[in-house]
């Protein structure tokens, strides 16, 4: 079994040195074969080059990916999922995360226990657990969170799930393929943050088994400012509400091949 960590990075050189310092302890504490796959979203700062220097300089597997221009952070992890699903094989697991170096690597540990020991698809680290907490995010931010994740259990409800919006998940390859396999080239259609609630919707069809591990996000350590665009991202979420709401659910019958994979679609 092999832990295969997707880092979607815009400009995040000054991230990448402390981020990987941790992987490379996480590594050696859990005795995980872990590689990184950073897919460097048409940075024009020196994120690619550091992240190479660092992976060679720390012993830690990297399969760095670049786009010619940012395509936003729906592109980034399409990209991720792709790459993961051509270099992985069956029973490994992929762990999506930012890599500004504000989530705790450390917790992939508890993520994959709780995974193994309960069979699940998906494992969350969340913000809305007991023993979770958030430091160093403005209150504004926080409120459009926390109003998010009760929208979406009100109006949209994916079972198990409290924190829609955190990317930090853990993901067994086998549901991952049952992505592929249901939504192909159109798993990611969201260009911005909002793709980690599609996903969500998108996988509810699927009827994962998701876990939700309390998670401390450390904000304060965040040495660059914030890339969301704010208003963009609210009005793209409630567009993605009214269409969970107005629209039926799709069935997939395993036989259709009408659909292009993601692990081979749009391949440049």
């Not at 996480?26 to 992240?51: F, H, K, R, W, Y």
């Not at 390859?173 to 919707?201: H, P, Q, W």
């Amino acid at each position: 079994m092999s832990l295969f960590v997707l880092l979607p990075a815009y400009n995040e050189q000054e991230s990448i040195r402390p981020l990987f310092k941790r992987f490379q302890r996480l590594q050696q504490i859990s005795n995980m074969d872990i590689e990184l796959i950073l897919v460097d979203d048409g940075s024009s700062d020196a994120t690619a080059e550091t992240a190479l220097e660092e992976s060679q300089s720390l012993g830690i597997l990297l399969k760095l990916v670049q786009h010619p221009k940012n395509g936003g952070l729906g592109q980034a992890i399409k990209t991720g999922f792709r790459t993961f699903l051509e270099i992985s094989q069956e029973g490994d697991f992929l762990a999506a995360m930012d890599c500004d170096n504000t989530q705790p690597p450390e917790l992939l540990i508890k993520m994959y226990d709780t995974m193994i020991a309960g069979s699940y698809d998906i494992a969350i680290a969340s913000r809305y657990r007991k023993g979770s907490k958030v430091i160093g995010l403005s209150k504004f931010r926080e409120l459009m969170s926390y109003g998010a994740s009760w929208l979406f259990r009100i109006a949209a409800r994916v079972p198990g799930v409290r924190d829609y919006t955190c990317g930090y998940r853990l993901y067994n390859r086998t549901f991952v393929s049952k992505l592929d396999m249901c939504y192909g080239d159109n798993l990611f259609t969201e260009s911005g943050f909002a793709c980690m609630i599609d996903l969500l919707l998108k996988a509810k069809v699927l009827k994962p088994k998701i876990a939700e591990i309390p998670m401390v996000l450390r904000y304060d350590q965040k040495p660059t400012a914030s890339k969301m665009k704010i208003l963009k991202t609210i009005t793209r979420t409630l567009k993605l509400l009214f269409k969970n709401l107005s629209s039926t659910p799709p069935t997939f019958n395993q036989q259709e091949t009408a659909r292009i994979p993601l692990k081979i679609g749009n391949r440049k």
